[in-house]
Protein backbone atom coordinates (compact mmCIF):
# COMPACT_ATOMS: atom_id res chain seq x y z
CA UNK A 1 0.00 0.00 0.00
CA UNK A 2 1.05 3.39 -1.06
CA UNK A 3 1.45 6.22 1.34
CA UNK A 4 -1.73 8.44 1.70
CA UNK A 5 -1.92 11.76 0.24
CA UNK A 6 -4.08 12.39 3.04
CA UNK A 7 -3.67 11.87 6.31
CA UNK A 8 -5.65 13.47 9.52
CA UNK A 9 -5.10 11.98 13.53
CA UNK A 10 -7.17 12.92 15.66
CA UNK A 11 -8.00 16.48 14.15
CA UNK A 12 -10.73 18.66 15.47
CA UNK A 13 -11.66 22.69 15.31
CA UNK A 14 -13.44 24.70 18.49
CA UNK A 15 -14.33 27.88 18.49
CA UNK A 16 -14.23 30.70 20.45
CA UNK A 17 -18.40 31.66 20.96
CA UNK A 18 -19.94 33.93 23.37
CA UNK A 19 -21.20 30.40 25.30
CA UNK A 20 -17.84 28.87 25.47
CA UNK A 21 -15.37 26.46 23.14
CA UNK A 22 -17.82 25.40 20.61
CA UNK A 23 -16.38 21.97 18.79
CA UNK A 24 -17.25 22.06 15.35
CA UNK A 25 -15.14 18.91 14.83
CA UNK A 26 -13.93 16.71 17.06
CA UNK A 27 -11.52 13.73 16.84
CA UNK A 28 -11.53 12.79 13.19
CA UNK A 29 -9.05 10.04 11.91
CA UNK A 30 -9.21 9.53 7.84
CA UNK A 31 -6.62 8.61 5.56
CA UNK A 32 -6.66 8.80 1.55
CA UNK A 33 -5.13 7.02 -0.46
CA UNK A 34 -3.58 8.66 -3.89
CA UNK A 35 -6.36 7.90 -6.82
CA UNK A 36 -9.39 7.91 -4.30
CA UNK A 37 -12.48 8.88 -4.87
CA UNK A 38 -14.49 9.89 -1.93
CA UNK A 39 -17.88 11.61 -1.04
CA UNK A 40 -17.93 13.45 2.23
CA UNK A 41 -21.41 13.47 3.44
CA UNK A 42 -23.34 15.05 5.95
CA UNK A 43 -26.35 17.56 6.93
CA UNK A 44 -26.04 21.17 7.60
CA UNK A 45 -23.81 21.45 10.60
CA UNK A 46 -22.69 18.35 10.79
CA UNK A 47 -19.03 19.61 10.60
CA UNK A 48 -18.24 18.58 7.10
CA UNK A 49 -17.61 22.28 6.07
CA UNK A 50 -15.38 22.89 8.61
CA UNK A 51 -13.39 20.02 7.61
CA UNK A 52 -13.48 20.21 4.16
CA UNK A 53 -11.66 24.04 5.28
CA UNK A 54 -9.12 22.10 7.10
CA UNK A 55 -8.59 19.93 4.09
CA UNK A 56 -8.03 22.53 1.93
CA UNK A 57 -5.45 24.33 3.92
CA UNK A 58 -7.34 27.39 4.57
CA UNK A 59 -8.12 26.97 8.67
CA UNK A 60 -5.47 25.01 11.07
CA UNK A 61 -6.98 22.93 13.29
CA UNK A 62 -7.11 23.10 16.94
CA UNK A 63 -6.21 19.53 17.81
CA UNK A 64 -4.43 16.50 15.87
CA UNK A 65 -2.23 16.50 12.99
CA UNK A 66 -2.96 16.52 9.00
CA UNK A 67 -0.19 15.29 6.90
CA UNK A 68 -0.67 16.34 3.37
CA UNK A 69 1.10 14.58 0.70
CA UNK A 70 3.52 13.68 4.30
CA UNK A 71 4.07 16.94 5.24
CA UNK A 72 2.20 17.89 8.39
CA UNK A 73 0.29 21.55 7.44
CA UNK A 74 -1.51 21.18 11.20
CA UNK A 75 0.87 24.24 12.40
CA UNK A 76 2.21 25.80 8.98
CA UNK A 77 2.44 29.66 8.59
CA UNK A 78 -0.16 31.18 6.55
CA UNK A 79 2.16 31.72 3.76
CA UNK A 80 3.27 28.15 3.46
CA UNK A 81 -0.27 26.95 3.82
CA UNK A 82 -0.85 29.35 0.77
CA UNK A 83 1.63 28.32 -1.31
CA UNK A 84 0.66 24.89 -0.47
CA UNK A 85 -2.83 25.31 -2.05
CA UNK A 86 -1.59 27.01 -5.05
CA UNK A 87 1.28 23.46 -5.73
CA UNK A 88 -0.91 20.86 -3.80
CA UNK A 89 -4.57 21.19 -4.40
CA UNK A 90 -7.34 22.20 -6.84
CA UNK A 91 -10.22 23.62 -5.55
CA UNK A 92 -14.13 24.11 -7.66
CA UNK A 93 -16.85 25.44 -6.00
CA UNK A 94 -20.87 25.35 -5.58
CA UNK A 95 -21.14 29.17 -7.22
CA UNK A 96 -18.14 28.40 -9.72
CA UNK A 97 -16.07 31.40 -8.25
CA UNK A 98 -14.86 32.52 -11.60
CA UNK A 99 -13.36 36.32 -11.85
CA UNK A 100 -15.85 37.95 -13.86
CA UNK A 101 -13.41 40.99 -15.66
CA UNK A 102 -11.50 38.11 -16.85
CA UNK A 103 -11.90 35.73 -20.25
CA UNK A 104 -11.62 32.31 -19.41
CA UNK A 105 -8.39 31.63 -20.48
CA UNK A 106 -6.61 34.22 -18.07
CA UNK A 107 -8.75 32.76 -15.18
CA UNK A 108 -7.27 29.25 -15.90
CA UNK A 109 -4.29 30.27 -15.89
CA UNK A 110 -4.81 32.78 -12.63
CA UNK A 111 -3.44 29.97 -10.40
CA UNK A 112 -0.10 29.53 -12.18
CA UNK A 113 0.49 33.45 -11.69
CA UNK A 114 0.42 33.10 -7.83
CA UNK A 115 2.85 30.15 -8.87
CA UNK A 116 5.51 32.09 -10.71
CA UNK A 117 5.14 30.83 -13.83
CA UNK A 118 6.15 32.81 -16.92
CA UNK A 119 3.15 34.47 -19.19
CA UNK A 120 4.09 32.49 -22.29
CA UNK A 121 3.80 28.72 -20.83
CA UNK A 122 1.34 29.99 -18.87
CA UNK A 123 -0.88 30.54 -22.12
CA UNK A 124 0.37 27.31 -23.23
CA UNK A 125 -0.60 25.27 -20.47
CA UNK A 126 -4.17 27.10 -19.60
CA UNK A 127 -5.21 26.45 -23.32
CA UNK A 128 -4.85 23.04 -23.20
CA UNK A 129 -6.10 22.53 -19.86
CA UNK A 130 -9.38 24.69 -21.45
CA UNK A 131 -9.35 22.07 -24.01
CA UNK A 132 -9.31 18.91 -22.13
CA UNK A 133 -12.51 20.36 -20.46
CA UNK A 134 -13.59 20.53 -23.49
CA UNK A 135 -14.17 25.04 -23.59
CA UNK A 136 -10.83 25.11 -25.71
CA UNK A 137 -12.69 27.30 -28.32
CA UNK A 138 -13.81 29.72 -25.48
CA UNK A 139 -10.56 31.51 -24.38
CA UNK A 140 -11.48 34.68 -25.52
CA UNK A 141 -15.09 34.50 -23.55
CA UNK A 142 -15.89 36.28 -20.35
CA UNK A 143 -17.70 34.10 -17.97
CA UNK A 144 -21.09 35.72 -17.76
CA UNK A 145 -21.35 34.77 -21.76
CA UNK A 146 -21.10 31.10 -21.22
CA UNK A 147 -23.31 28.43 -19.40
CA UNK A 148 -23.41 27.42 -15.35
CA UNK A 149 -22.14 24.06 -16.60
CA UNK A 150 -19.12 25.17 -18.55
CA UNK A 151 -18.36 27.70 -16.08
CA UNK A 152 -18.19 24.71 -13.84
CA UNK A 153 -15.84 23.25 -16.40
CA UNK A 154 -13.78 26.59 -16.61
CA UNK A 155 -13.50 26.49 -12.99
CA UNK A 156 -12.60 22.66 -12.75
CA UNK A 157 -9.90 23.35 -15.73
CA UNK A 158 -8.53 25.93 -13.32
CA UNK A 159 -8.18 23.77 -10.25
CA UNK A 160 -6.51 21.26 -12.45
CA UNK A 161 -3.45 24.04 -14.46
CA UNK A 162 -1.37 23.41 -11.46
CA UNK A 163 -1.60 19.63 -11.88
CA UNK A 164 -2.44 19.11 -8.15
CA UNK A 165 -2.56 15.82 -6.02
CA UNK A 166 -6.18 17.00 -4.79
CA UNK A 167 -9.31 18.38 -6.10
CA UNK A 168 -11.46 19.37 -3.35
CA UNK A 169 -14.61 20.29 -4.54
CA UNK A 170 -17.40 21.59 -2.47
CA UNK A 171 -20.86 21.15 -3.98
CA UNK A 172 -20.07 21.06 -7.43
CA UNK A 173 -23.57 20.55 -9.02
CA UNK A 174 -25.40 22.07 -6.86
CA UNK A 175 -26.06 24.90 -8.56
CA UNK A 176 -26.52 22.34 -11.95
CA UNK A 177 -29.52 20.51 -13.44
CA UNK A 178 -29.49 17.06 -13.00
CA UNK A 179 -28.62 16.73 -16.84
CA UNK A 180 -25.72 18.83 -16.41
CA UNK A 181 -24.51 17.57 -13.17
CA UNK A 182 -24.24 14.13 -14.95
CA UNK A 183 -21.62 15.86 -17.31
CA UNK A 184 -19.55 17.12 -14.54
CA UNK A 185 -20.21 14.19 -12.87
CA UNK A 186 -18.35 12.30 -15.63
CA UNK A 187 -15.32 14.74 -15.90
CA UNK A 188 -14.64 14.46 -12.27
CA UNK A 189 -14.82 10.58 -13.04
CA UNK A 190 -12.50 10.97 -15.89
CA UNK A 191 -10.10 12.53 -14.46
CA UNK A 192 -10.24 10.47 -11.16
CA UNK A 193 -9.38 7.73 -13.58
CA UNK A 194 -6.20 10.18 -14.34
CA UNK A 195 -5.34 9.26 -11.28
CA UNK A 196 -6.28 12.56 -9.60
CA UNK A 197 -7.60 12.12 -5.76
CA UNK A 198 -10.88 13.66 -5.26
CA UNK A 199 -12.73 14.80 -2.49
CA UNK A 200 -16.48 15.62 -2.93
CA UNK A 201 -18.81 17.21 -0.49
CA UNK A 202 -22.58 16.97 -1.30
CA UNK A 203 -25.94 15.82 0.38
CA UNK A 204 -27.48 14.14 -2.90
CA UNK A 205 -26.65 10.42 -2.54
CA UNK A 206 -26.85 9.98 -6.68
CA UNK A 207 -24.19 12.64 -6.53
CA UNK A 208 -22.16 10.72 -3.91
CA UNK A 209 -22.96 7.46 -5.94
CA UNK A 210 -20.18 8.30 -8.05
CA UNK A 211 -17.29 8.42 -5.72
CA UNK A 212 -15.49 4.85 -4.89
CA UNK A 213 -15.89 5.28 -0.69
CA UNK A 214 -18.60 7.37 1.26
CA UNK A 215 -17.68 9.06 4.49
CA UNK A 216 -20.53 10.84 6.54
CA UNK A 217 -20.61 13.33 9.42
CA UNK A 218 -22.88 14.16 12.42
CA UNK A 219 -22.45 16.24 15.15
CA UNK A 220 -18.82 17.19 13.82
CA UNK A 221 -17.99 13.53 14.13
CA UNK A 222 -17.19 10.80 11.07
CA UNK A 223 -20.06 8.50 12.28
CA UNK A 224 -19.33 6.60 8.96
CA UNK A 225 -17.25 5.11 6.17
CA UNK A 226 -17.64 2.71 3.64
CA UNK A 227 -17.44 2.51 -0.23
CA UNK A 228 -19.86 2.60 -3.04
CA UNK A 229 -22.08 -0.24 -3.74
CA UNK A 230 -21.53 -0.20 -7.18
CA UNK A 231 -17.80 1.35 -7.63
CA UNK A 232 -16.57 2.99 -10.53
CA UNK A 233 -13.58 1.31 -12.48
CA UNK A 234 -10.28 1.33 -10.73
CA UNK A 235 -8.03 4.18 -10.94
CA UNK A 236 -4.86 4.01 -13.30
CA UNK A 237 -2.19 4.41 -10.96
CA UNK B 1 4.11 38.47 -11.95
CA UNK B 2 4.46 42.22 -11.79
CA UNK B 3 3.56 42.18 -15.27
CA UNK B 4 0.83 40.36 -14.92
CA UNK B 5 -0.23 42.05 -11.57
CA UNK B 6 -0.08 45.32 -13.78
CA UNK B 7 -2.43 44.47 -16.19
CA UNK B 8 -4.48 43.22 -13.70
CA UNK B 9 -4.57 46.96 -11.96
CA UNK B 10 -5.27 47.83 -15.04
CA UNK B 11 -7.98 45.98 -15.76
CA UNK B 12 -9.58 46.87 -12.33
CA UNK B 13 -9.39 50.13 -13.12
CA UNK B 14 -11.26 49.66 -16.34
CA UNK B 15 -14.13 48.07 -14.90
CA UNK B 16 -15.69 50.97 -13.22
CA UNK B 17 -14.05 53.78 -14.93
CA UNK B 18 -16.46 56.41 -13.98
CA UNK B 19 -15.33 55.97 -10.47
CA UNK B 20 -11.57 55.62 -11.28
CA UNK B 21 -12.13 58.75 -13.37
CA UNK B 22 -13.64 60.67 -10.75
CA UNK B 23 -10.94 59.28 -8.11
CA UNK B 24 -8.41 60.29 -10.54
CA UNK B 25 -9.91 63.52 -11.24
CA UNK B 26 -9.07 64.64 -7.23
CA UNK B 27 -5.25 63.30 -8.29
CA UNK B 28 -5.66 65.71 -11.34
CA UNK B 29 -6.69 68.86 -9.91
CA UNK B 30 -4.03 68.29 -6.48
CA UNK B 31 -0.93 67.53 -9.26
CA UNK B 32 -2.52 70.51 -11.77
CA UNK B 33 -2.47 73.07 -8.73
CA UNK B 34 0.56 72.40 -7.06
CA UNK B 35 2.44 72.50 -11.01
CA UNK B 36 0.65 75.98 -11.52
CA UNK B 37 1.65 77.23 -8.56
CA UNK B 38 5.19 76.19 -8.54
CA UNK B 39 5.47 77.31 -12.21
CA UNK B 40 4.07 80.95 -11.02
CA UNK B 41 6.02 81.22 -7.65
CA UNK B 42 9.32 79.94 -9.98
CA UNK B 43 8.48 82.56 -12.72
CA UNK B 44 8.02 85.38 -10.04
CA UNK B 45 11.57 83.97 -8.30
CA UNK B 46 13.48 83.85 -11.34
CA UNK B 47 12.22 86.66 -12.36
CA UNK B 48 13.64 88.76 -9.45
CA UNK B 49 17.05 86.91 -9.81
CA UNK B 50 17.30 88.02 -13.66
CA UNK B 51 16.58 91.80 -12.50
CA UNK B 52 19.34 91.26 -9.96
CA UNK B 53 22.20 89.68 -11.83
CA UNK B 54 21.24 92.79 -14.60
CA UNK B 55 21.53 95.38 -11.62
CA UNK B 56 25.17 94.04 -10.55
CA UNK B 57 25.69 91.84 -7.13
CA UNK B 58 26.64 93.22 -3.65
CA UNK B 59 26.96 97.18 -4.43
CA UNK B 60 26.26 99.93 -2.41
CA UNK B 61 26.89 103.65 -2.64
CA UNK B 62 27.96 106.28 -1.01
CA UNK B 63 27.08 109.87 -1.77
CA UNK B 64 28.25 113.48 -0.33
CA UNK B 65 26.62 114.72 2.52
CA UNK B 66 24.10 118.05 2.32
CA UNK B 67 24.87 121.39 2.73
CA UNK B 68 23.28 124.14 3.91
CA UNK B 69 23.37 127.58 2.40
CA UNK B 70 21.50 130.18 3.87
CA UNK B 71 19.06 128.24 5.48
CA UNK B 72 18.52 126.28 2.24
CA UNK B 73 19.12 122.67 2.60
CA UNK B 74 20.74 120.85 -0.39
CA UNK B 75 19.30 116.84 0.05
CA UNK B 76 21.88 113.92 -0.94
CA UNK B 77 24.75 114.96 -2.44
CA UNK B 78 24.10 118.20 -2.47
CA UNK B 79 27.66 119.03 -0.80
CA UNK B 80 31.05 118.39 -2.50
CA UNK B 81 32.20 116.14 0.69
CA UNK B 82 33.03 113.31 -1.68
CA UNK B 83 36.33 113.24 -4.11
CA UNK B 84 38.15 111.37 -6.71
CA UNK B 85 40.71 110.76 -4.44
CA UNK B 86 38.65 109.04 -1.68
CA UNK B 87 37.81 106.32 -4.62
CA UNK B 88 40.70 105.90 -4.88
CA UNK B 89 41.62 105.24 -1.55
CA UNK B 90 38.62 103.04 -1.08
CA UNK B 91 39.78 101.24 -4.13
CA UNK B 92 42.74 100.07 -1.71
CA UNK B 93 40.79 98.30 0.93
CA UNK B 94 40.43 94.50 0.96
CA UNK B 95 37.57 92.81 0.04
CA UNK B 96 36.75 95.75 -2.53
CA UNK B 97 36.27 94.49 -6.22
CA UNK B 98 35.42 97.43 -8.23
CA UNK B 99 34.77 101.24 -7.29
CA UNK B 100 33.46 103.52 -9.85
CA UNK B 101 33.05 107.64 -8.58
CA UNK B 102 29.92 108.72 -10.65
CA UNK B 103 27.65 111.48 -11.61
CA UNK B 104 24.61 111.49 -13.65
CA UNK B 105 21.58 113.20 -14.79
CA UNK B 106 18.83 113.77 -17.69
CA UNK B 107 20.38 115.44 -20.30
CA UNK B 108 18.70 116.50 -23.81
CA UNK B 109 21.03 114.08 -26.94
CA UNK B 110 21.16 115.59 -30.53
CA UNK B 111 21.74 113.49 -33.73
CA UNK B 112 20.77 114.88 -37.23
CA UNK B 113 17.03 115.69 -36.82
CA UNK B 114 16.53 113.43 -34.09
CA UNK B 115 16.97 114.34 -30.24
CA UNK B 116 16.26 112.29 -26.89
CA UNK B 117 16.53 112.57 -23.37
CA UNK B 118 18.63 110.05 -21.60
CA UNK B 119 20.28 109.47 -18.39
CA UNK B 120 23.84 110.37 -18.48
CA UNK B 121 26.27 108.67 -16.29
CA UNK B 122 30.15 109.98 -16.04
CA UNK B 123 31.96 107.58 -14.85
CA UNK B 124 34.98 105.36 -14.80
CA UNK B 125 35.67 101.83 -16.47
CA UNK B 126 35.23 99.60 -13.56
CA UNK B 127 31.52 100.92 -13.44
CA UNK B 128 30.77 98.74 -16.47
CA UNK B 129 32.16 95.26 -14.66
CA UNK B 130 30.04 96.40 -11.10
CA UNK B 131 27.08 96.95 -12.95
CA UNK B 132 27.21 93.94 -14.88
CA UNK B 133 27.10 95.79 -18.09
CA UNK B 134 28.27 94.09 -21.97
CA UNK B 135 29.38 95.49 -24.60
CA UNK B 136 27.07 94.46 -27.87
CA UNK B 137 29.10 96.29 -30.34
CA UNK B 138 32.16 98.68 -30.61
CA UNK B 139 34.18 99.24 -27.41
CA UNK B 140 34.40 100.59 -23.96
CA UNK B 141 36.33 103.67 -22.97
CA UNK B 142 39.22 103.50 -20.78
CA UNK B 143 41.36 104.84 -18.02
CA UNK B 144 43.26 107.18 -20.24
CA UNK B 145 39.44 108.27 -21.84
CA UNK B 146 39.23 109.06 -17.90
CA UNK B 147 42.29 111.22 -17.53
CA UNK B 148 42.79 113.14 -20.39
CA UNK B 149 38.81 113.84 -20.90
CA UNK B 150 37.99 112.67 -24.22
CA UNK B 151 34.23 112.83 -25.89
CA UNK B 152 33.67 109.69 -26.19
CA UNK B 153 29.96 107.61 -25.29
CA UNK B 154 28.78 104.44 -25.03
CA UNK B 155 24.96 103.87 -25.70
CA UNK B 156 22.47 102.01 -23.86
CA UNK B 157 20.16 100.06 -26.53
CA UNK B 158 16.83 102.44 -25.95
CA UNK B 159 18.75 105.58 -26.50
CA UNK B 160 20.67 104.05 -29.70
CA UNK B 161 17.59 102.88 -31.14
CA UNK B 162 15.36 106.19 -30.53
CA UNK B 163 18.19 108.44 -31.65
CA UNK B 164 19.94 106.54 -34.43
CA UNK B 165 16.97 104.13 -35.55
CA UNK B 166 17.82 100.94 -37.67
CA UNK B 167 21.97 102.93 -38.14
CA UNK B 168 24.34 101.87 -37.05
CA UNK B 169 25.88 104.48 -33.89
CA UNK B 170 29.35 103.53 -33.79
CA UNK B 171 31.84 105.45 -35.12
CA UNK B 172 29.24 108.64 -35.63
CA UNK B 173 29.20 111.72 -33.99
CA UNK B 174 26.22 113.16 -31.57
CA UNK B 175 26.09 116.27 -29.12
CA UNK B 176 25.49 116.38 -25.58
CA UNK B 177 24.38 120.19 -24.68
CA UNK B 178 26.72 121.19 -27.60
CA UNK B 179 29.22 118.75 -27.46
CA UNK B 180 29.75 116.79 -29.61
CA UNK B 181 30.75 112.88 -28.73
CA UNK B 182 31.90 110.02 -30.91
CA UNK B 183 29.76 106.90 -30.07
CA UNK B 184 32.15 104.10 -29.62
CA UNK B 185 30.01 101.24 -28.58
CA UNK B 186 26.36 100.30 -27.68
CA UNK B 187 26.06 98.40 -24.63
CA UNK B 188 24.23 94.98 -24.04
CA UNK B 189 20.12 95.12 -23.23
CA UNK B 190 19.76 94.56 -19.50
CA UNK B 191 15.68 95.59 -19.21
CA UNK B 192 14.19 97.02 -16.38
CA UNK B 193 14.79 97.18 -12.88
CA UNK B 194 13.05 96.53 -9.68
CA UNK B 195 11.43 99.68 -10.09
CA UNK B 196 10.29 99.37 -13.36
CA UNK B 197 13.10 101.77 -15.09
CA UNK B 198 14.41 101.08 -18.14
CA UNK B 199 18.18 100.35 -17.86
CA UNK B 200 19.06 100.78 -21.45
CA UNK B 201 18.06 104.05 -21.29
CA UNK B 202 21.80 105.68 -20.88
CA UNK B 203 24.41 107.15 -21.92
CA UNK B 204 28.03 106.50 -20.36
CA UNK B 205 31.05 108.87 -20.85
CA UNK B 206 34.20 109.66 -19.17
CA UNK B 207 33.64 110.76 -15.35
CA UNK B 208 36.07 113.80 -16.32
CA UNK B 209 34.27 114.37 -19.21
CA UNK B 210 31.04 114.45 -17.88
CA UNK B 211 32.37 117.12 -14.92
CA UNK B 212 33.64 119.09 -17.12
CA UNK B 213 31.86 119.51 -20.24
CA UNK B 214 27.82 118.19 -19.24
CA UNK B 215 27.50 118.54 -15.58
CA UNK B 216 29.74 121.40 -14.85
CA UNK B 217 30.67 121.30 -10.84
CA UNK B 218 31.70 123.56 -8.33
CA UNK B 219 34.30 121.83 -6.83
CA UNK B 220 36.99 120.27 -8.94
CA UNK B 221 37.95 116.44 -8.14
CA UNK B 222 34.74 115.96 -6.37
CA UNK B 223 32.28 113.94 -6.64
CA UNK B 224 28.29 113.04 -5.57
CA UNK B 225 28.49 109.47 -5.65
CA UNK B 226 31.08 106.38 -5.79
CA UNK B 227 30.02 103.08 -6.38
CA UNK B 228 31.64 100.09 -4.41
CA UNK B 229 31.31 96.77 -5.32
CA UNK B 230 32.49 94.00 -2.73
CA UNK B 231 34.34 90.76 -3.50
CA UNK B 232 30.78 88.72 -2.00
CA UNK B 233 27.88 89.67 -0.09
CA UNK B 234 29.16 88.55 3.14
CA UNK B 235 32.20 90.53 2.80
CA UNK B 236 29.74 93.82 2.09
CA UNK B 237 29.15 94.31 5.61
CA UNK B 238 32.65 94.15 6.61
CA UNK B 239 33.99 96.47 3.31
CA UNK B 240 30.73 99.06 4.49
CA UNK B 241 32.48 99.43 7.59
CA UNK B 242 35.85 100.00 6.40
CA UNK B 243 34.70 102.06 3.79
CA UNK B 244 33.23 103.99 6.76
CA UNK B 245 36.07 104.43 9.08
CA UNK B 246 38.40 105.26 5.72
CA UNK B 247 36.16 108.07 4.67
CA UNK B 248 35.64 109.32 7.91
CA UNK B 249 39.56 109.35 8.90
CA UNK B 250 39.94 110.72 5.31
CA UNK B 251 37.30 113.80 6.21
CA UNK B 252 38.96 114.23 9.16
CA UNK B 253 35.83 113.58 11.59
CA UNK B 254 36.33 113.37 15.22
CA UNK B 255 34.22 110.72 17.46
CA UNK B 256 30.81 112.16 17.82
CA UNK B 257 30.81 114.14 14.43
CA UNK B 258 27.95 113.12 12.37
CA UNK B 259 29.06 111.32 9.04
CA UNK B 260 29.30 114.29 6.00
CA UNK B 261 28.37 111.34 3.60
CA UNK B 262 25.65 108.79 2.98
CA UNK B 263 25.67 105.00 2.39
CA UNK B 264 23.38 103.02 0.59
CA UNK B 265 23.07 98.99 0.14
CA UNK B 266 21.60 98.76 -3.03
CA UNK B 267 21.26 94.50 -2.76
CA UNK B 268 19.80 94.64 -0.04
CA UNK B 269 16.78 95.88 -0.92
CA UNK B 270 16.82 93.04 -4.13
CA UNK B 271 17.52 90.33 -1.62
CA UNK B 272 14.72 91.20 0.58
CA UNK B 273 12.78 91.24 -3.02
CA UNK B 274 13.94 87.37 -3.81
CA UNK B 275 13.00 86.59 -0.23
CA UNK B 276 9.48 87.78 -0.60
CA UNK B 277 9.03 85.72 -3.89
CA UNK B 278 10.84 83.06 -1.98
CA UNK B 279 7.99 82.92 0.65
CA UNK B 280 5.51 83.38 -2.06
CA UNK B 281 6.41 80.86 -3.89
CA UNK B 282 6.84 78.03 -0.64
CA UNK B 283 3.23 79.53 0.35
CA UNK B 284 1.77 78.71 -2.94
CA UNK B 285 3.18 75.46 -3.57
CA UNK B 286 1.92 74.29 0.61
CA UNK B 287 -1.99 75.65 -0.50
CA UNK B 288 -1.95 73.41 -3.47
CA UNK B 289 -0.57 70.36 -1.61
CA UNK B 290 -3.67 70.87 0.43
CA UNK B 291 -5.75 69.61 -2.64
CA UNK B 292 -3.72 66.76 -3.24
CA UNK B 293 -4.11 65.64 0.12
CA UNK B 294 -7.91 65.30 -0.68
CA UNK B 295 -6.99 63.27 -3.76
CA UNK B 296 -5.23 61.07 -2.03
CA UNK B 297 -8.24 60.70 0.80
CA UNK B 298 -10.82 60.37 -2.18
CA UNK B 299 -8.16 57.31 -3.64
CA UNK B 300 -7.93 55.78 -0.05
CA UNK B 301 -12.16 56.06 0.21
CA UNK B 302 -12.74 54.44 -3.25
CA UNK B 303 -10.12 51.58 -2.64
CA UNK B 304 -11.78 50.83 0.91
CA UNK B 305 -15.19 50.76 -1.46
CA UNK B 306 -13.21 48.30 -3.86
CA UNK B 307 -11.92 46.20 -1.13
CA UNK B 308 -15.17 45.73 0.26
CA UNK B 309 -16.53 45.12 -3.15
CA UNK B 310 -14.65 42.31 -3.89
CA UNK B 311 -13.95 40.39 -1.16
CA UNK B 312 -15.49 37.38 -2.85
CA UNK B 313 -12.35 37.72 -5.39
CA UNK B 314 -9.90 37.78 -2.93
CA UNK B 315 -11.17 35.04 -1.14
CA UNK B 316 -11.37 33.53 -4.48
CA UNK B 317 -7.23 34.20 -5.36
CA UNK B 318 -6.32 33.43 -1.21
CA UNK B 319 -7.96 29.73 -2.05
CA UNK B 320 -5.98 29.22 -5.69
CA UNK B 321 -3.04 30.23 -3.78
CA UNK B 322 -2.31 33.71 -3.60
CA UNK B 323 -0.03 35.02 -0.21
CA UNK B 324 -1.14 37.69 1.82
CA UNK B 325 1.63 39.87 -0.31
CA UNK B 326 0.40 39.20 -3.39
CA UNK B 327 -3.05 40.52 -1.98
CA UNK B 328 -1.57 43.63 -0.82
CA UNK B 329 0.65 43.98 -3.48
CA UNK B 330 -2.39 43.68 -6.32
CA UNK B 331 -4.63 46.73 -4.37
CA UNK B 332 -1.26 49.02 -3.49
CA UNK B 333 -0.45 49.07 -7.56
CA UNK B 334 -3.85 50.04 -8.35
CA UNK B 335 -4.04 52.67 -5.88
CA UNK B 336 -0.84 53.70 -7.34
CA UNK B 337 -1.79 53.28 -10.84
CA UNK B 338 -4.74 55.49 -10.06
CA UNK B 339 -2.59 58.09 -8.59
CA UNK B 340 0.57 58.15 -11.18
CA UNK B 341 -2.05 58.30 -14.13
CA UNK B 342 -3.90 61.04 -12.45
CA UNK B 343 -0.61 62.57 -11.60
CA UNK B 344 0.51 62.55 -15.62
CA UNK B 345 -2.92 64.16 -16.53
CA UNK B 346 -2.32 66.70 -13.61
CA UNK B 347 1.17 67.57 -15.13
CA UNK B 348 -0.56 67.95 -18.56
CA UNK B 349 -2.93 70.15 -17.07
CA UNK B 350 -0.64 72.06 -14.99
CA UNK B 351 1.36 72.61 -17.53
CA UNK B 352 -1.38 73.97 -20.31
CA UNK B 353 -2.68 76.20 -18.13
CA UNK B 354 0.65 77.51 -16.98
CA UNK B 355 1.28 78.00 -20.85
CA UNK B 356 -2.16 79.03 -20.81
CA UNK B 357 -1.02 81.70 -18.50
CA UNK B 358 2.03 82.63 -19.82
CA UNK B 359 -0.01 83.53 -23.70
CA UNK B 360 -2.72 85.62 -21.66
CA UNK B 361 -0.33 87.54 -19.41
CA UNK B 362 3.00 88.82 -19.27
CA UNK B 363 3.89 86.46 -16.17
CA UNK B 364 7.05 85.05 -15.85
CA UNK B 365 6.13 80.96 -15.92
CA UNK B 366 8.95 78.56 -15.11
CA UNK B 367 8.29 75.04 -15.45
CA UNK B 368 11.46 72.89 -13.93
CA UNK B 369 11.94 69.38 -14.37
CA UNK B 370 12.67 69.40 -10.69
CA UNK B 371 8.85 70.19 -10.05
CA UNK B 372 8.23 67.68 -12.36
CA UNK B 373 9.92 65.05 -10.19
CA UNK B 374 8.62 66.24 -7.09
CA UNK B 375 5.10 66.10 -8.58
CA UNK B 376 5.35 62.29 -9.83
CA UNK B 377 7.39 61.22 -6.72
CA UNK B 378 5.01 62.71 -4.48
CA UNK B 379 1.70 61.51 -6.46
CA UNK B 380 3.41 57.72 -6.30
CA UNK B 381 3.85 59.11 -2.02
CA UNK B 382 0.38 59.58 -2.01
CA UNK B 383 -0.56 56.35 -3.54
CA UNK B 384 1.45 54.32 -1.36
CA UNK B 385 0.29 56.09 1.95
CA UNK B 386 -3.36 56.45 0.96
CA UNK B 387 -3.23 52.49 -0.05
CA UNK B 388 -1.75 50.82 1.85
CA UNK B 389 -4.40 50.37 4.49
CA UNK B 390 -7.12 49.58 2.27
CA UNK B 391 -4.38 47.06 0.59
CA UNK B 392 -3.60 45.82 3.90
CA UNK B 393 -7.19 45.55 4.80
CA UNK B 394 -7.43 43.30 2.03
CA UNK B 395 -4.56 41.34 2.58
CA UNK B 396 -5.65 40.67 6.47
CA UNK B 397 -9.14 38.57 5.08
CA UNK B 398 -9.68 35.55 6.23
CA UNK B 399 -9.99 33.62 3.24
CA UNK B 400 -12.80 31.26 4.49
CA UNK B 401 -14.87 34.55 5.44
CA UNK B 402 -13.90 36.41 1.83
CA UNK B 403 -15.43 32.95 -0.28
CA UNK B 404 -18.47 32.92 2.12
CA UNK B 405 -19.28 36.61 1.33
CA UNK B 406 -22.18 37.45 -1.09
Excluded at chain 1, 56 to 78: I, Q, S, W
Excluded at chain 2, 18 to 23: G, K, N, Q, S, V
Excluded at chain 2, 71 to 97: I, K, M, Q, W, Y
Excluded at chain 2, 192 to 216: C, E, W, Y
Aim: one cysteine or more.
Amino acid sequence: MTEPVIRVVGLGKSYETAAGLFPALRDVDLEIQPGDFIAVMGPSGSGKSTFMNLLGCLDTPTAGDYFLAGRNVAHMEKDALARLRNSTLGFVFQGFNLLPRMNLLDNVALPLVYGGTGKDERRVVARAVLAKVGLGRYGDSLPSRISGGQQQRVAIARALVNKPRVILADEPTGNLDSQTSQEIMALFRELNREGITIVLVTHEPDIAAHARRQVRFLDGQLVSDQATAAPPEPAAC
Amino acid sequence: MLKAMLSEAWMAMGANRLRTALTMLGMVIGVGAVVIMMAIGQGAQYAVQQTISTMGSNLFIVLSGSFTAAGVRSGTAGGPTLTVADSEAVAELDGVVNVAPTHQGRRQLVFGSQNWSANVVGTTPPYLEARAWTIASGAAFGDSDVRSATRVALLGKTTAQNLFGDEDPVGKTMRIQQNPFIVIGVLGSKGQNLDGNDQDDTVIIPLSTAQRKVFGTPFLGSVRMIMIQAESAEAMPRVMESTTALLRQRHRLREGMPDDFYMRNLSAAAESEAETTRTMSILLGAIASISLLVGGIGIMNIMLVSVTERTREIGIRMAIGAREQDILMQFLLEAVMISLAGCLLGLLLGIGSALLVNAITSMVIVISGSSVLVAFGVAAAVGIFFGYYPAQKAARLDPIEALRYQ
